[in-house]
């Protein structure tokens, strides 16, 4: 039976969104869940992936998001890559940019209706940088800045990188903006998980072999469009790693270790940790069981979800009086 919970019954919460590129489309489950069981965050804070799936739930889209991820396909997935070397980063962005625009138009942060901030890093000084006020979209943008493969963003006079550089999982954000008690999705825990495929030589997480997979499946018979860098970038040999598969796998290790060490001295009141250690962190063509995990996980701490806002419900009636 799902459980609706009155406002005044309970505390002030915050949702933490972490990073973890295609992993993050785990975040629409665990939003939904949550929702379905009448827990309904009052502040939300998204790195990278985290900020993007935040903001488009905030901005009302999140739906179209789902219908849009649930559609990807691989080739889809490059199509909206802009692959250049320069400027600091492989991919432009500008494609991803325009396709959020289109579905969610000219958005501040500040008319989202409840508190919000995306997470980035100064290039320079390496400061955790909170965005939360000004284009929701390009603070997104700004947030999910992978060093070496999106352009950093300017702003401020500032260079702008991935937030997952400083705080993957930022549950130390969403107290700082008022929440009383903090749900964090940790899209990075599941380091046991990372298996192979089957018959694969190498971890799925090493990457995929973009032209292999194409001629052998249903994209093979659609005119190829695929430039030639994604070509190199995404090409592997049977038995060794790709080189953007390297790229992607090594800023995972770099997520897994902060997010311990984050977590270590800022625990959440309840973690959930999707089990995605199968999922390559590009792997955004397979949306279906990536958000799948994320209602499940939700599911899988119900019991402590409740047991937390009923003790910081009381903790919080015993303050007022």
């Keep these: 039976m ?11 919460i915050g949702l933490a969104l972490g990073s973890g590129v295609a992993r993050g489309w785990a975040h629409l489950g665990a ?6 069981h009448g827990i309904e965050p009052d502040v939300i804070v998204g790195t990278s992936i985290g900020a993007v799936v935040g903001g488009v739930h905030l901005a009302g889209k999140a739906d179209a998001l789902e219908a849009w991820a649930r559609a990807l396909t691989k080739v889809r997935m490059i199509s909206y890559m802009d692959f250049r070397v320069r400027n600091g980063g492989m991919i432009g962005g500008r494609h991803l940019v325009d396709a959020l625009r289109e579905n969610i138009g000219e958005l501040r942060i500040e008319d989202l209706g409840i508190p919000f901030a995306a997470v980035a890093t100064d290039l320079v000084t390496g400061h955790e940088v909170w965005l939360r006020e000004g284009d929701l979209i390009d603070a997104m943008r700004t947030s999910f800045s992978l060093p070496g493969v999106f352009e950093p963003m300017e702003h401020d006079n500032r260079w702008l990188v991935d937030g997952a550089l400083v705080n993957p ?23 046991i998980g990372k298996e192979r495929r089957a018959g694969a030589p190498v971890p799925t997480v090493a990457g995929f072999d973009l032209l292999n997979e194409l001629q052998q499946g249903e994209e093979s018979s ?3 469009r695929i430039g030639t860098l994604a070509r190199r970038l995404f090409r592997r040999e049977p038995t060794h790693p790709s080189m953007f598969g390297v790229m992607i796998s090594s800023l995972g290790i ?3 270790r902060i997010s311990r060490s984050r977590l270590a001295g800022e625990p959440p009141d309840v973690h959930i940790t999707p089990r995605l250690g199968n999922i390559g962190l590009f792997e ?14 939700v599911e899988r ?18 303050g007022d009086n």
């Design 2 to 12: 799902v459980q609706v919970l009155h406002p005044q019954s309970r505390p002030r």
């Design 31 to 36: 939003i939904r869940a949550l929702s379905r």
């Design 169 to 191: 999982v930022p549950v130390s954000v969403c107290r700082a903006l008022g929440a009383q008690m903090t749900i964090a999705v940790n899209l990075n825990a599941d380091i």
């Design 222 to 224: 659609k005119p190829s």
């Design 254 to 256: 770099v997520q897994d």
């Design 284 to 297: 955004f063509d397979r949306a279906d069981e990536i958000i799948a995990e994320g209602e499940a996980a």
């Design 301 to 318: 701490v119900l019991p402590d979800l409740h047991d937390a806002i009923s003790i910081f419900g009381q903790d919080m009636h015993v």
